[in-house]
């Protein structure tokens, strides 16, 4: 069973730095590629980016010049940044585990609880 | 790229079998993956390119299409299948989802 439980500070001033991190209980993390989604309240689901096997990361084009993901091997662990926050970041921050399916298309299918960020002055 | 689901709120009866359209403004072959959230939990993973049942999901859901045109079928509505439903491309690096479709209970 893999277990993914994200953590971090949940509330922020604007033009802070978000961080959050996801703690990975499984044998397998660095097979893997993981994830990060959000959604805003009352919102659908946005994709943020993810860490790939390799250790390179790959960036949603509406986040790519704020957010950085890396990961943390000997931990089971990865990471989220996002930078110069707003008021509109506030959402609930999920990360998932990725799977490849065939021709390397890349779905979530294990997910953490999703932990809730608030951005306010 | 745009994604666009139909209808955006779906209300129906217990055992009613009702489908949601996903539909792409490029063709995305069949890189398209349906989940269901309900309140206050992550989603979960049904289909995956488009038509493939991800493990242990009931085969009442069912997905098809291709290019620019899905759809998500769910026979025999329970009460527990009353939930959002996204469709999400991954052929793009946006990785976009869909705008959702609520299924709620007549």
């Known amino acids: 069973q893999v277990h993914l439980q994200p953590w971090g500070a949940s509330l922020l001033k604007p033009s802070e730095t978000l961080s959050l991190t996801c703690a990975v209980y499984?044998?397998?993390?660095?097979?893997?590629?993981w994830s990060w989604v959000r959604q805003p309240p009352g919102k659908g689901l946005e994709w943020l980016g993810e860490?790939?096997?390799?250790?390179?990361?790959n960036y949603s084009p509406s986040f790519k010049s704020r957010v950085t993901i890396s990961r943390d091997m000997s931990k089971n662990q990865f990471s989220l940044k996002l930078s110069s926050v707003t008021v509109a970041d506030t959402a609930v921050y999920f990360c998932?585990?990725?799977?490849?399916?065939?021709?390397?298309?890349?779905?979530?299918?294990?997910w953490g609880n999703g932990t809730t960020v608030t951005v306010s002055s | 790229i745009q994604l666009t689901q139909s209808p955006s709120f779906l209300s129906a009866s217990v055992g009613d079998t009702v489908t949601i359209t996903c539909r792409a403004s490029?063709?995305?072959?069949?890189?398209l993956a349906w989940y269901q959230q309900k309140p206050g939990k992550a989603p979960d993973l049904l289909i995956y390119?488009?038509?493939t049942f991800y493990n242990g999901v009931s085969s009442k859901f069912s997905g098809s299409g291709s290019g620019t045109d899905f759809t998500l079928t769910i026979h025999s509505l329970q009460p527990e299948d009353f939930a959002t439903y996204y469709c999400?491309?991954?052929?793009?690096?946006?990785?976009?989802f869909g705008p959702g479709t609520k299924v709620d209970i007549k």
């Open positions: 499984s044998a397998s993390f660095r097979g893997y590629s």
């Open positions: 490029q063709d995305i072959v069949t890189s």
């Open positions: 390119d488009a038509s």
């Open positions: 998932a585990r990725v799977f490849l399916a065939s021709g390397l298309r890349s779905y979530m299918d294990v």
């Open positions: 999400q491309e991954v052929d793009t690096d946006s990785r976009s």
């Open positions: 860490v790939i096997p390799a250790g390179d990361a």
